[in-house]
């Protein structure tokens, strides 16, 4: 009996070191590479005590990077990545098959989707010509007057058609015209999981950095096994490693 | 002289049974207290050793929440202590607690209860030691993987010392398992709703229960039997009662747990045929494994063939399907707890069917009377309902012959 309860126990003692020995070796021997993390909606970034971390890789343009053909839901692919000159990694490829050669991280596609994004020419009243990028425009066509609303640094944030029924006032500025061209750009768009999106932190310590994460700079350090599956080693708000 | 529970067990019995020996005349009051005086020390000894469910369950909770304490203390002192403190306090606090508990119930054996705690707190920091290794690491692939190792790897242990409280962790652990898999499935799934895991839990029910009653007609595993069967009917009637509610609207089922099928059904498979070998049985025992395999079949049917049927009629059909179904399932229980008399079965059947009368009286009533007298009758029919439950409850029950607590 005693025998047997000590082989047990020791075998629940062996998974425990098999798996810190395994992701011990992985940081030791991994190549490390840095990423760029991409700001999240903030609504749902903290959830208990890790930050939830998205990455300028983890949304790819297909169009932008040649890829052909449409992906599955939880396909895995691999991500080829180049070093730009400050030293942060980012997508020139994506492929399904193992790259061989290439410096590549693997993910697991969540989703792929199409996604428009506009370009908009007004004239305002005194005929001058405005370039605009709202993020949604629809059921809206050349001629129509058209009132919108822009943040500081002229972003659109809604617009509204003058002749609409329901016309949310602007707060901040706001700019009134006839749509000159409507040009509707779709693209290709891959969501890909990597396994590095979670980043435990100390209880309380994950909201400071959530509310300092879209006005600062954010890196992730992530080392890389051979197969390309990546696990992070050092989160980085401007430049100082966050424990 | 040490004494096993069954001897207390024992004496308590005889000491009832006398009482209706002596009332049917077949002894004589002198001859009660000559046979009881032989048992005077076992008497003695189950008087000091009090209340045994209650040192079980007082260690228990002492265990649980130490093991809490132990990850709140890690969690919270994050920064504080480097990687290699974390790991040594989980190692040496599991280690320790394991060391101490098959100490004080095997080799000193003057704190049997405590010791079995111990053990248990030894397997909730092995819990807790794998989820801290995944933080320290930022583990976030396929977090399901930790609940599914805990439990595999606590279940050897569990039968190698035939702890209720090691099984019932291990089987709570991997229903946990599987509800963070299916979930997980569900997100890669675009037709799932959360609702459609209930059949799948249902299966699992079954499964659980079929697998309890095996261990209950073998006696080396008899003692380990009541969580499997505890846990599987609750699990079932829990999962029916929520059918009976028309929560699908033509989603029955999904692709995308489909997965999970084939190992439920092997493992509830393989149950019926070891409960069909020859040997002792048990009363009822061919109904019970009858309606858990028409229970299983009907299930797997529904989910297979129910979404292809999308018209209106079929849907509500279905859960007047269903609603019959969880009656006769109720029915059964308690006919089976009465037969075998078998407390348990008949409590939560009585449960389950308070809980089914609630339901169905908001679904019928709640439209067609007014408010105040919706409410008025809603209170006289459970409080007269649970009067009437009560009393049958207890009369069937005395009519066991046995004591509540004892059962």
Request: aromatic share 14%; glycine share 10%; net charge positive.
């Given at each position: 009996?005693?025998w047997?309860?000590i082989?047990?126990?020791?075998?629940q003692?062996?998974?425990?070191v098999?798996?810190i020995?395994?992701?011990?070796?992985?940081?030791a021997?991994?190549?490390?590479?840095l990423?760029?993390?991409?700001?999240?909606?903030?609504?749902?970034?903290?959830?208990?005590?890790?930050?939830?971390l998205?990455?300028?890789i983890?949304?790819?343009?297909?169009?932008?990077?040649?890829?052909k053909?449409?992906?599955?839901?939880?396909?895995?692919?691999?991500?080829?990545?180049?070093?730009?000159?400050?030293?942060i990694?980012?997508?020139?490829?994506?492929?399904r098959?193992?790259?061989?050669?290439?410096?590549?991280?693997?993910?697991?596609?969540?989703?792929?989707?199409t996604?428009?994004?506009?370009?908009?020419t007004?004239?305002?009243?005194?005929?001058?010509l405005h370039e605009?990028?709202p993020?949604?425009f629809?059921?809206v066509?050349r001629?129509?007057?058209?009132t919108?609303c822009l943040?500081?640094?002229?972003?659109?944030?809604?617009?509204y058609k003058?002749?609409?029924?329901?016309r949310?006032?602007?707060?901040?500025?706001?700019l009134?015209?006839?749509?000159?061209?409507?040009?509707?750009?779709?693209?290709?768009?891959?969501?890909?999981?990597?396994?590095?999106?979670?980043?435990?932190?100390?209880?309380g310590?994950g909201?400071?950095i959530?509310s300092?994460?879209?006005?600062?700079?954010?890196?992730?350090e992530?080392?890389?096994r051979?197969?390309?599956?990546g696990?992070?080693?050092?989160?980085f708000v401007?430049?100082?490693?966050?424990? | 002289m040490?004494?096993?529970?069954?001897d207390?067990?024992?004496?308590?019995i005889?000491?009832?049974e006398?009482?209706?020996w002596?009332?049917?005349?077949?002894?004589?009051?002198d001859?009660?207290e000559?046979?009881?005086?032989r048992?005077r020390?076992?008497?003695?000894?189950?008087?000091?050793?009090?209340?045994g469910?209650?040192?079980?369950?007082?260690?228990?909770?002492?265990?649980?929440?130490?093991?809490?304490?132990?990850?709140?203390?890690?969690?919270?002192?994050?920064?504080?202590i480097?990687?290699?403190?974390?790991?040594?306090?989980?190692?040496?606090?599991?280690?320790?607690?394991y060391?101490?508990?098959?100490?004080?119930?095997y080799?000193?054996?003057?704190?049997?209860?405590?010791?079995?705690?111990?053990?248990?707190?030894?397997?909730?920091?092995?819990?807790?030691?794998?989820?801290?290794?995944a933080?320290?690491?930022?583990?976030?692939?396929?977090?399901?993987?930790?609940?599914l190792?805990?439990?595999?790897?606590?279940?050897p242990?569990?039968?190698?010392?035939?702890?209720?409280?090691?099984i019932?962790?291990?089987i709570?652990?991997?229903?946990?398992w599987?509800?963070?898999?299916?979930?997980?499935r569900a997100?890669y799934?675009?037709?799932?709703?959360?609702?459609t895991?209930?059949?799948?839990?249902?299966?699992?029910?079954?499964?659980?229960w079929?697998?309890?009653?095996?261990?209950?007609?073998?006696e080396?595993l008899?003692?380990?039997?009541?969580?499997?069967?505890?846990i599987?009917?609750l699990?079932t009637?829990?999962a029916?009662?929520?059918l009976?509610?028309?929560?699908?609207?033509?989603?029955?089922?999904s692709?995308g747990?489909f997965?999970?099928?084939?190992?439920?059904?092997?493992?509830?498979?393989?149950?019926?045929?070891?409960?069909?070998?020859?040997?002792?049985?048990?009363?009822g025992?061919?109904?019970?494994?009858?309606?858990?395999?028409?229970?299983?079949?009907?299930?797997?049917?529904?989910s297979?063939?129910?979404?292809?049927a999308?018209?209106?009629?079929?849907r509500g059909?279905?859960?007047?399907?269903?609603?019959?179904?969880y009656?006769l399932?109720?029915?059964?229980l308690?006919?089976?707890?009465?037969?075998?008399k078998?407390?348990?079965?008949?409590?939560?059947?009585?449960?389950?069917?308070?809980?089914?009368?609630i339901?169905r009286?908001?679904d019928?009533?709640?439209?067609?009377?007014?408010?105040s007298?919706f409410f008025i009758?809603?209170g006289?029919?459970?409080?007269?309902?649970?009067?009437?439950?009560e009393?049958?409850?207890?009369k069937?029950l005395?009519s066991?012959?046995?004591e509540?607590?004892?059962?």
């Amino acid at each position: 009996m005693r025998w047997k309860f000590i082989f047990f126990v020791l075998l629940q003692v062996a998974l425990l070191v098999g798996i810190i020995a395994y992701r011990q070796y992985w940081v030791a021997t991994g190549e490390r590479i840095l990423l760029r993390t991409a700001p999240v909606d903030p609504r749902d970034i903290f959830r208990g005590d890790y930050v939830s971390l998205r990455y300028d890789i983890s949304t790819l343009d297909l169009d932008g990077l040649g890829a052909k053909g449409s992906f599955k839901s939880n396909e895995k692919v691999y991500v080829i990545l180049e070093k730009n000159q400050e030293g942060i990694f980012s997508a020139v490829s994506v492929s399904r098959g193992l790259p061989s050669g290439k410096r590549f991280i693997q993910g697991r596609v969540q989703y792929e989707t199409t996604l428009s994004k506009w370009e908009i020419t007004l004239k305002d009243d005194s005929e001058n010509l405005h370039e605009l990028k709202p993020r949604w425009f629809e059921n809206v066509k050349r001629g129509d007057r058209i009132t919108f609303c822009l943040d500081e640094r002229g972003n659109v944030l809604h617009f509204y058609k003058e002749d609409a029924d329901y016309r949310p006032k602007c707060s901040g500025q706001s700019l009134s015209g006839t749509i000159e061209a409507i040009k509707e750009m779709k693209s290709r768009v891959l969501n890909v999981e990597y396994g590095i999106e979670n980043y435990f932190v100390e209880e309380g310590k994950g909201r400071a950095i959530e509310s300092s994460r879209n006005a600062r700079e954010l890196r992730v350090e992530v080392s890389l096994r051979k197969d390309g599956k990546g696990i992070i080693t050092g989160l980085f708000v401007d430049g100082k490693l966050v424990r | 002289m040490s004494f096993r529970k069954e001897d207390f067990l024992f004496r308590r019995i005889l000491e009832k049974e006398m009482d209706l020996w002596l009332k049917e005349g077949i002894i004589l009051p002198d001859q009660k207290e000559r046979i009881l005086a032989r048992y005077r020390l076992l008497k003695r000894a189950d008087e000091k050793a009090g209340p045994g469910k209650l040192i079980t369950t007082i260690s228990i909770l002492g265990a649980i929440l130490v093991g809490v304490g132990v990850i709140l203390f890690i969690a919270s002192n994050w920064s504080a202590i480097p990687n290699w403190g974390r790991l040594f306090i989980v190692f040496s606090s599991m280690l320790a607690s394991y060391g101490f508990g098959f100490y004080l119930r095997y080799e000193a054996r003057n704190y049997p209860k405590v010791g079995a705690s111990l053990i248990l707190l030894g397997s909730l920091i092995f819990g807790a030691g794998m989820f801290l290794i995944a933080q320290i690491y930022h583990i976030t692939v396929h977090y399901p993987n930790g609940p599914l190792l805990w439990g595999l790897f606590v279940l050897p242990l569990a039968y190698l010392l035939r702890f209720k409280s090691l099984i019932s962790l291990a089987i709570l652990v991997l229903l946990i398992w599987l509800g963070m898999e299916a979930h997980l499935r569900a997100l890669y799934s675009s037709t799932l709703q959360t609702t459609t895991m209930i059949p799948l839990f249902f299966m699992a029910g079954i499964a659980l229960w079929g697998v309890g009653l095996v261990h209950r007609e073998w006696e080396a595993l008899k003692i380990v039997s009541s969580p499997y069967i505890l846990i599987g009917t609750l699990v079932t009637f829990l999962a029916g009662y929520l059918l009976t509610f028309n929560l699908y609207g033509g989603r029955f089922e999904s692709s995308g747990l489909f997965v999970f099928y084939p190992g439920i059904a092997v493992l509830f498979l393989g149950a019926v045929i070891v409960r069909c070998l020859p040997g002792e049985k048990e009363k009822g025992w061919i109904p019970e494994t009858l309606g858990l395999a028409a229970l299983m079949v009907s299930i797997i049917a529904l989910s297979l063939f129910f979404p292809k049927a999308s018209a209106t009629s079929v849907r509500g059909n279905l859960t007047l399907f269903l609603n019959i179904l969880y009656a006769l399932e109720i029915v059964g229980l308690i006919i089976l707890g009465f037969i075998r008399k078998y407390p348990v079965y008949v409590n939560i059947g009585l449960l389950f069917f308070a809980l089914d009368v609630i339901a169905r009286y908001f679904d019928f009533f709640w439209e067609l009377l007014p408010r105040s007298l919706f409410f008025i009758l809603g209170g006289l029919l459970l409080l007269f309902g649970g009067i009437l439950l009560e009393r049958k409850r207890r009369k069937i029950l005395s009519s066991f012959d046995i004591e509540e607590a004892g059962g």
